[in-house]
């Protein structure tokens, strides 16, 4: 599914504020296929509720 939305920064910020740990994130981008050079960009996280 593609939509856009917040940056990571923002997705971050949301998640911790949600009460989750982060354990790890990366992000990634990738050529749009669709598009005339713009980059799609990728959040990738792991996290989890603190114990």
Known sequence: M???GFDADTYRKM???S???ISSD???T???PN???EK???LWMVA???E
């Open 2 to 4: 593609y939509w856009s």
């Open 30 to 32: 990738s050529d749009d």
């Open 40 to 42: 799609e960009i990728h």
């Open 35 to 37: 598009s005339d050079g």
């Open 19 to 21: 009460g989750f740990v």
């Open 48 to 50: 989890r509720r603190p």
């Open 26 to 28: 990366v992000v990634e």
């Open 15 to 17: 998640i911790v504020e």
